[in-house]
Every structure is written in structure tokens, then in C-alpha cells.
């Protein structure tokens, strides 16, 4: 067994009708020491999308995990097998992959590009690499977590940047020239889509080059460790199983696994195996993503990249009921018998056919399962990979045990469509399958990982078990784009918005920010933005009518502002707000852009408005008291008399509201005008995303009254 496996290239025509699975005895053509000619892919039918294998026809489906699942899901997906024939194998592919470059390519490339970008890619001819501050940002980050899909980004535990992908393959039993058979397919393939969209899980048809590019990922030393490896693209006029490995690459079986490698290449993969020897008494699908890492415990994570799989097959439901009826009768017996009593098992086995028998009198089936754990790693890490694996399961109540001497078979394994009926019997006889009910086998299917995150890489995250996570709160595609950053203090918020705030500045958006605390001061000097603060030696200005275009349409948002000039705690008489009204509207048809608060003052001292025949009324005259602050000779004039000088023309915006916080009654009117200028804005034109973020929230709008 130390042959090195190598996988030469060879063209010459065969036929495969009667090839057996393994390629030991056939012609001096394919030898059994290539290991493609293990691999039963042969051709692939683009008009079907159907692949043709050694032993059965076959399908791939990729699908999105899920974060989550409960009993309708696993309701939903059991029709996976009922539907199918005997004789079928289904198998699960959930890869925990390092392979992030494309993503994060996408989040580097939604930057801004620089204003000549165009002059210096005519002047290169080519494309010119953009030199403004949010590349640049952009593109040290990519490095980072590139760095990050290979070694841990933290000291004390594991964390690794991964991208967990999911496949299902379907091994079909029937001749490929056989067109019944290849409808019957093709209605398998599209009711199982049709049972996972129902079950929220989105999937796509996966073609030849989507397997080949799967399957080398695992066959090959140097696909799972070079993150800028090429796709690798299907050629029709070669066997697939040859466009798979390499015709370099070697290798090596050892008792712990394999180790692959290349002569030319430096990378090194020791891929090792496991199978489960022990279930837990129960486990539920929403339980499987514990699998992947637990959520909690940083200490409890996968240090490689590891492929999990669930292979069932379905069997012939009449010989599964009368193997089950019988096995039934004679449990009961047992159990009934006088040697019970020194029998402890007898017990157990009953209640487990009886399972059995319940299951198939619901109209359900037994299948034969297995699950395989590959981790795929460095020699020299392997042992570590392998203490990590050991100790998930563990917590979980699983017992891992090694595949030793079984490694190739426990790769055939993993690999898709490669459950078929020949392929069932050696796994059979090797002990490496149990018989479970079809609710089994979907409550032990590793369907669930962790959230992806929205299609806009506008932000980028990490999950707790390493998933990359891409964020735009604009993908929402119900619209209504709130968000809200809720934490304990020192937990990271201003942290967050401060990474926010950036990012989406980098893609285009227009950006304004109430702050509280000089939190995002430097990010808006480094940003080239403008920062707006209260301080004594400030000239400001908030007049509120400076900018109006439509006084019919502000009209709604200035009285709220007014009256809360008036009346910090309390609410305005009805009388007072209708008056308020009809006095901006007045002063506006006279004054236009030119009314200030003094002059809104001086026409209340009198308590009159003469269109409406009110005269002397002191509930105006008192609005009169009440505005004094804001208008010449008050408090707060330095703010109010004169025009508005707040310029908006920049697209990120910091308002520091810190000198603010000892005037609650000025902080809350700075407010509403500022939201009325921000919102007026915000809504003026749709062709580009606009953010605002409030910081402190509850300090800057949760005590300014009933008003807003």
C-alpha cells in the first residue's frame, strides 16, 4: 500500500459497460494505481445537466445552508427520500472551506474607484489600481482575512475565516441510454429542489465544472491551501474522472490517513477519516450545527477544514418490511420470555423495532446510512485537528472512530454520486453502514451552518464558527432599511458603527451622524468629512427657514420644531399648535427665506391673528414668553437670528451634540431641526444610499417629550 497513486493522462476509448467499480484487472490502460480511474465520473450530458457514471446515472444540487431548522423543515424534508426508487444514494457534502477569495474580491471591488481611474486605465492600457484610502483600507483587509482562511487570526483559540458550502448528489440506479430513466431523473431532481425551496433551503444545479472543481478540492495537495487557485474549467472531450487529479500529485497511505503531495510543490495535505461508532440516545436536525463548532466555547472549533457527509441509501421497501416485521416478532417474544430477566438488551431491542415497525406502518422506510468526517490538514497539525474533531462530537454525544487502513474507500466516500448499489455492498461488508428510518436520516443530515450574511458585500464579518458573513442593510428586499445596534457598554457599539459608518462612505453612500461623545471624530477627519460641533468659539446657525423650498410641504415638520421651542416637557394646547400654523404661514407669504424665530416672537406678543378673529388671546401671547430663548435677546440667539450655515454638501457628516448634553431643552431642538435638514435630503432623490446613525440613542431622543 505505499504505491504512490499518480493520475496520468490517457485518452484512449473504453468500454465501460462492464468495467468493474474498482479498476483492478482491466486492461493495462487504467491501471489501479491511478486513482481517477477509482472515481467513477465519465461524461457529463449539458442538455440534461445529468452526469454518467461507471455504475448509475447522477445529479448535483448546491444548496445554501441553513442557520437553523425546526419540525416543519424536517417534515418538509423526508420527501427526499420517499420519492425515491431502491437502490438510490443520497448524499450530503457540508464543506467548512477556506476557499473566500471571490467573496471578498467582491467586497474590495464595491469601493469607490479613484475620479481619474479612467485616464490612468487608457494611459496603461489595462486596469489601474486605485489609490484612494478606501482601496487601500479595502485591500489590507482582504489580505488579512485571506491570511485569516489559513491560520487563526487569535492566540488564545482557533478562529479561521470559512465558507461553509453544502452539495447534494444523487447516485441513480438505470442506463444512461435508457431515456425513461433520464426523465425519471430529471423528476427527482426538480421535486427534491422543489421539497428543499419549501424547506428554505435555495439550491442550483451544479454542472461538470462545479464538480470538478468540488472533487479536486479533496483529490489534490495544493486546491484547499492556494487561495488564488484558477477554476478549473470541463473539457468534453476527456473523462471527467481525468480532469480531476492532478497527474502530479501523489499519494501516500499511512495508518493514520493520507498524506498528498507534489515533488514540484512545497504544500503538503494529510487528509484523515472518521465514522461515528456511537450515536446519543436522541439528536435532532436543529442540533447539527453544533457539529460544525460549538457556538458558545471558542475552545470547541474545528482547527482545519473538514468535509462532513451523509450518505443514505434507500432500500426495497417490501424486504424492509418483512426484515422488520419478523425482527419485530421475535423482540416481543424475547421480551416476553423467561430469560428476559437475564438478558439486558432484550429491552432495548425491542423498543428500537418497534420504532421500526411504527415508522413503516406511517408510511415511512428504513435506509442505510453512514456518516464520514474528513479533516484535511498539515502533517504536522494533523494530531490537533484530529484532538479538536474528537472533542465537538464528544460534547455532543457522538464517538468518533478513525478509518484506519480504510482511507481511499472512506474518500470514495465523501466524494459525490459515488453511492451506488455495488458501492453500498462493500460498505456493508466493511460494517460501515447502520439501517435507520427515513426520520433519522433527515435529523442527522448536516444541512445546518452558519448565516452567509446578504448578496451586497457592503460589510464584512466573521462568524463564531468562522463563516465569512457579507452585510448590507439595503438588501432588504421589503424594503424598510431601520437597523439598530443594541450591547452592553464597552461591548463594541461605537466599534461597529464606526466600521459601518466607513464602509458604506467607501461605496458611495451619503452619510450623517448624530454623535455623543467625540466617538467618530477621527473617522470623519480621516474621511475628509465634515464635523459639525457646538463649542463656544463656533459660529452656528439652525435657522429653520433657510432652506425651505415648499413651506406646504415643511410646514408638518417645522411646527413639531416650533413647539418644541415652546414647551420642552409638555404638550401644546390644540390652539396653540393650529396657531403656530397659521403664523408661519402668514410670516412666510411676507418674509419668505428671510422670517427668523425673532419675528415669529413679535407677531405673538399681541395675541392676535386678524384672519382668524383672534384677538388678545393670552394662550398665544404666551408662545411669545415661550420662543424668547431662541430669538433676539435670548439665550440661544447666537443659534437661531440669522441665516442657516450648516453645509450639507458633503457626503459624510459628523454632528457632535457633547456640548449639547447640559442644555437637554437646546440638545432636543437641535435635534428636530437637524433630522428635519437630514430627512428633507434623504428623500429628495433615490439614486444613491443614504445612511444616518444616531449614537446613544436613548440619551439624544428618548427624553425630549411627546412632541416628535
Not at 486513482?35 to 448546491?62: C, H, K, Q, T
Not at 487570526?153 to 444512461?176: E, N
Amino acid at each position: 500500500m505505499n504505491t504512490a497513486l499518480r493520475d496520468p493522462h490517457f485518452t484512449a476509448q473504453r468500454d465501460h459497460t462492464h468495467a468493474p467499480r474498482f479498476p483492478f484487472g482491466e486492461p493495462a490502460d487504467t491501471p489501479a494505481e491511478q486513482f481517477a480511474n477509482w472515481l467513477p465520473y465519465s461524461a457529463y450530458l449539458a442538455a440534461e445537466m445529468i452526469f454518467v457514471n461507471r455504475d448509475s446515472m447522477g445529479v448535483m444540487l448546491e444548496l445554501m445552508p441553513q442557520s437553523g431548522a425546526d419540525e416543519r423543515m424536517a417534515e418538509v424534508l423526508i420527501s427526499l427520500y420517499a420519492n425515491c426508487p431502491p437502490g438510490t444514494g443520497i448524499q450530503f457534502h457540508l464543506f467548512a472551506s477556506p476557499q473566500v477569495r471571490s467573496r471578498l474580491r467582491q467586497y474590495a471591488n464595491l469601493r469607490v474607484e479613484d475620479e481619474d481611474q479612467a485616464e490612468q486605465a487608457k494611459q496603461w492600457g489595462r486596469p489601474a489600481r486605485n489609490g484612494n484610502l478606501f482601496r487601500k483600507l479595502a485591500r489590507q483587509r482582504v489580505d488579512h482575512l485571506l491570511q485569516g482562511a489559513q491560520k487563526s487570526l487569535t492566540a488564545g483559540f482557533h478562529y479561521t475565516i470559512r465558507d461553509f458550502r453544502l452539495m447534494l448528489s444523487v447516485a441513480f440506479p438505470g442506463d444512461p441510454e435508457d431515456l425513461n430513466k433520464r426523465d425519471e431523473l430529471l423528476a427527482l431532481r426538480d421535486s427534491m429542489s422543489s421539497s428543499l425551496r419549501s424547506a428554505s433551503l435555495p439550491n442550483r444545479v451544479c454542472d461538470a465544472a462545479d464538480l470538478i472543481n468540488w472533487c479536486a478540492l479533496f483529490t489534490n495537495p495544493d486546491r484547499i491551501s492556494q487561495t488564488d487557485a484558477p477554476d478549473l474549467n470541463y473539457d468534453d472531450g476527456r473523462e471527467l474522472r481525468d480532469q480531476i487529479v492532478d497527474f502530479d500529485t501523489i499519494q501516500d497511505p499511512h495508518p493514520s490517513g493520507l498524506t498528498l503531495w507534489k515533488e514540484a510543490s512545497p504544500d503538503v495535505l494529510e487528509a484523515r477519516f472518521y465514522s461515528i461508532k456511537s450515536f446519543p440516545e436522541r439528536f435532532a436536525l436543529w442540533q447539527m450545527g453544533s457539529l460544525i463548532g460549538d457556538l458558545m466555547q471558542p475552545a470547541l472549533q474545528y482547527s482545519a477544514p473538514f468535509l462532513l457527509t451523509l450518505g443514505v441509501q434507500v432500500l426495497d421497501p417490501n424486504l424492509t418490511k418483512s426484515v422488520v416485521t419478523a425482527n419485530h416478532v421475535r423482540a416481543t417474544q424475547n421480551a416476553k420470555s423467561k430469560m428476559a430477566d437475564v438478558m439486558p438488551d432484550v429491552n432495548k431491542k425491542l423498543q428500537d423495532w418497534t420504532a421500526a415497525a411504527d415508522a413503516i406502518d406511517t408510511g415511512g422506510n428504513l435506509v442505510s446510512l453512514y456518516h464520514q468526517l474528513a479533516l484535511f490538514t498539515a502533517p504536522n497539525k494533523a494530531v490537533a485537528a484530529h484532538e479538536a474533531a474528537n472533542a465537538i462530537w464528544r460534547g455532543r454525544g457522538f464517538q468518533l472512530n478513525a478509518d484506519a487502513y480504510m482511507h481511499r474507500q472512506a474518500l470514495l466516500a465523501s466524494l459525490p454520486m459515488t453511492l451506488t448499489e455495488k458501492f453500498h455492498r462493500d460498505l456493508v461488508k466493511m460494517r460501515r453502514v447502520t439501517r435507520k428510518t427515513m426520520a433519522n436520516a433527515i435529523h442527522m443530515a448536516p444541512l445546518i451552518a452558519e448565516w452567509r450574511g446578504t448578496r451586497t458585500p457592503a460589510l464584512v464579518f466573521g462568524g463564531r464558527r468562522g463563516q465569512l458573513m457579507t452585510l448590507d442593510i439595503f438588501d432588504n428586499d421589503l424594503g424598510n432599511y431601520n437597523f439598530a445596534i443594541i450591547g452592553a457598554p464597552g461591548s463594541g457599539k461605537s466599534v461597529l458603527m464606526n466600521e459601518m459608518a466607513w464602509s458604506y462612505r467607501a461605496i458611495g453612500a451619503k452619510v450623517w451622524m448624530l454623535d455623543l461623545g467625540r466617538s467618530f471624530e477621527k473617522l470623519c477627519r480621516k474621511a475628509k468629512g465634515t464635523y459639525i460641533e457646538f463649542r463656544p468659539d463656533v459660529n452656528i446657525c439652525l435657522d429653520p427657514f433657510t432652506h425651505i423650498v415648499d413651506i406646504n410641504e415643511d410646514i408638518d415638520m417645522l411646527v413639531p420644531g416650533i413647539a418644541k421651542m415652546c414647551s420642552m416637557q409638555h404638550t401644546l394646547e390644540e390652539v396653540q399648535y393650529k396657531a403656530i400654523s397659521a403664523m408661519v404661514l402668514k410670516l412666510w407669504r411676507e418674509y419668505g427665506n428671510e422670517l427668523r424665530i425673532t419675528g415669529l416672537r413679535d407677531a405673538f406678543k399681541s395675541g392676535t391673528i386678524e384672519e382668524l378673529g383672534v384677538v388678545g388671546d393670552q394662550r398665544i401671547k404666551d408662545l411669545a414668553i415661550m420662543l424668547n430663548p431662541y430669538s433676539r435677546g435670548g439665550q440661544y440667539e447666537r443659534f437661531f437670528e440669522g441665516r442657516n450655515n450648516i453645509d450639507f454638501s458633503n457626503d459624510f457628516i459628523v454632528i457632535e451634540n457633547e456640548e449639547l448634553k447640559r442644555r437637554p431643552d437646546l440638545h432636543a431642538v437641535v435635534n428636530i431641526l437637524l433630522l428635519h435638514r437630514i430627512t428633507g435630503e434623504m428623500y429628495l432623490t433615490r439614486n444613491r444610499r443614504k445612511v444616518l446613525f444616531v449614537d446613544e440613542l436613548k440619551q439624544q431622543l428618548g427624553d425630549i417629550g411627546a412632541d416628535d
